[in-house]
C-alpha cells in the first residue's frame, strides 16, 4: 500500500526544473526575473535609460534632464544593462547607480557578464592579470562585485505593463522559461519549423527580434547600437550608441511618456571595435 502510495506520489510530482545555465557557468542570480509592486512605483516617475557603457559624463547630464522633467516626482531610475565595460568611466557609472540604492534597478547586459567572469577568475587565481579591457574592475568593492553578481536577467512591472532586459525575449515562451544567454545576447530572430531561433547577428531570414514581439507587456531593452532606436508598439529599443560617440537615451514609462537624450561628448570607441 505504501509503496502504490508513493508511486503514486511521484507520479504527481513535478518535472525538474529545467536549470539555466549563463554563457559563463557564472553563479546565478538569487533573482532572475524580478518583479517590482506597485507600492514601489506608483507615485514615481519610471526613466528608463539605454546602454551606458561607462559613459558617466552623459549619464550624470541624463538624469539631470529627467529630474528637471519631472520636478515634483521622485524618479525611480532603471537601466536596460551593459552600464560597464568599454567606455570610459565604469567604476563611477557603478558607484552612482549603487548610491542611488532602491531607486535605481538594472538588468544585467552581456558586458556585466564578461566583467563577472574576469573578477572571478582573478579572485581565484591570484596570478591571474586581468586583460587591459577589464583592469578598471580591479577597483571594485566587495560590495560592487556582488551588486553585479545580483543583477536580475529582467525586471517585470505588471502594474505598469512593462519589462525591462538587456538584449530580447523569445515571444510565447515566459519570462523564466527563457534560457538566460538569449536574454543578454539575441539581436534577431528567424522563424523557422514553427519556433523562434535567436541569433546574435542577422541571419539569412532573420529580422530584429523586437519585430515579431506583440506584447501585451511593453518590453525595454538595448544592446543593439548598430540599429540605434527602436521605436515599436510593443517594444522600445533604446540603444543609440553613446559609446560610439551617439547619444544616450532614456524614456519615461508612465506620465509623459517624454523620450530624453544627451549628445555624446565624443566617439568613446569606433563602431567596429
Ligand atoms: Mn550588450
Known amino acids: 500500500m505504501a509503496a502504490l502510495l508513493y508511486s503514486l506520489l ?20 538569487k533573482v532572475p526575473n524580478l518583479e517590482i509592486e506597485n507600492k514601489f512605483v506608483h507615485d514615481k516617475a519610471i526613466f528608463i535609460i539605454g546602454d ?5 559624463d552623459e549619464l550624470c547630464e541624463l538624469m539631470d534632464l529627467a529630474r528637471s522633467a519631472e520636478p515634483n516626482k521622485e524618479i525611480l531610475f532603471m537601466f536596460v544593462g551593459d552600464i560597464v565595460n568599454k ?6 557609472v557603478l558607484t552612482l547607480i549603487r548610491s542611488l540604492g532602491d531607486r535605481a534597478f538594472s538588468v ?5 557578464e564578461a566583467v563577472l567572469r574576469e573578477i572571478l577568475k582573478s579572485d581565484l587565481n591570484q596570478e591571474y592579470v586581468l586583460p587591459h579591457k577589464y583592469q578598471w574592475a580591479m577597483h571594485l568593492s566587495m560590495e560592487d562585485k556582488a551588486f553585479l553578481l545580483e543583477l536580475p536577467y529582467t ?3 505588471p502594474s505598469l505593463n512593462f519589462i525591462v532586459v538587456h538584449a530580447g525575449i523569445i515571444p510565447g515562451v515566459s519570462l523564466v522559461e527563457q534560457n538566460f544567454e538569449d536574454l543578454v545576447s539575441m539581436r534577431y530572430i528567424t522563424f523557422e519549423d514553427n519556433k523562434y531561433k535567436p541569433s546574435s ?9 523586437a519585430l515579431f514581439w506583440a506584447g501585451p507587456e511593453h518590453v525595454y531593452f538595448g544592446h543593439h ?3 540605434g532606436l527602436q521605436l515599436l508598439d510593443f517594444a522600445t529599443g533604446l ?9 544616450l537615451t532614456g524614456v519615461f514609462a508612465n506620465g509623459s511618456r517624454q523620450r530624453l537624450c544627451v549628445k555624446a561628448k565624443t566617439m568613446y570607441r569606433k563602431p567596429d571595435d
Not at 567606455?87 to 563611477?92: A, I, T, V, Y
Not at 547577428?201 to 527580434?209: D, E, H, R, V, Y
Open 108 to 112: 544585467r547586459g552581456n558586458h556585466e
Open 225 to 227: 547600437a548598430a540599429l
Open 87 to 92: 567606455g570610459p568611466k565604469s567604476c563611477e
Open 201 to 209: 547577428f542577422s541571419l539569412q531570414g532573420s529580422s530584429p527580434w
Open 10 to 29: 511521484s507520479l504527481l510530482k513535478r518535472p525538474e526544473k529545467k536549470i539555466r545555465n549563463n554563457k559563463y557557468n557564472l553563479p546565478n542570480p
Open 52 to 56: 551606458v557603457h561607462g559613459c558617466y
Open 155 to 157: 525586471i517585470y512591472v
Open 239 to 247: 540603444d543609440t550608441g553613446c559609446l560610439y560617440g551617439g547619444e
